[in-house]
């Protein structure tokens, strides 16, 4: 799994982090024993701190969702999250605004960003 994080966004690193991953479990992309990154890893990976990656992964194994196993790593646990239709659409409608405003900001047109997401999901198709 490929972390990012938006420091637009206005939403903390380590929340996003934790959205992320409860939102990879959720659809399976991420399954019970699957193994993160490590806490240095991951903050080298982002550019961020690791204590940052600490809080998330903290919030977590005290959800948990996770299980970490000193000397071994940091895993997915076997609870499975189900995220409600309504969360995915409210995501799906923040990184939308996100995305129309940042274009706007460039002098991009709806149109030009449907034609250009188009384009990207036939290359994901290919």
Known sequence: M?????PKSGIP???QIIDQIQFAIGDSRL???DRLPTVRQLAVDLKINPNTVARAYQ???IKGVLNTQMGTGTFIGNEKIEIPEL???RML???CT???SRAAAYG???DEVRDALAERAGEGRA
């Open 87 to 89: 969360e995915r659409r």
């Open 31 to 33: 399954c019970g024993g």
């Open 108 to 110: 991009l047109t709806l």
């Open 13 to 15: 690193f380590y929340r």
């Open 2 to 6: 490929r972390f990012v994080i938006d």
């Open 59 to 61: 919030e977590l194994e």
């Open 93 to 95: 409608n923040q990184i």
């Open 98 to 100: 996100e995305l129309l």
